[in-house]
């Protein structure tokens, strides 16, 4: 049998995620691959370092996500976006 389907629980965000989430809006205006996203994440944070660049924006989008109840998008994504909208 399956999982039980009922109310989630909400979990409190760890440090570690609060400061994620910090680090992608203080870095969300700047063009970063995900790969560079990750290597000045370490830099900065060698006590979470992470080594795969997808899990790494994916736990942070989620971060993001769960403390400002936004979903996050690179301004890349964001001009994207506009711009169909405008068409």
């Not at 910090?22 to 000045?40: H, N, P, S, W």
């Not at 994916?58 to 711009?83: D, V």
């Amino acid at each position: 049998m399956g999982a039980k389907a009922g109310p989630r629980r909400a979990r409190s965000l760890q440090e570690k995620h609060i400061e994620m989430a910090i680090f992608l809006a203080e870095t969300g205006t700047v063009e970063f691959t995900k790969t560079k996203r990750m290597y000045t994440w370490n830099a900065q944070h060698p006590a979470w370092q992470y080594t795969d660049a997808e899990g790494f924006d994916r736990e942070a989008r989620q971060a993001y996500k769960h403390l400002t109840g936004r979903i996050w998008m690179s301004p890349r994504c964001r001009a994207t976006r506009l711009t169909l909208r405008s068409q």
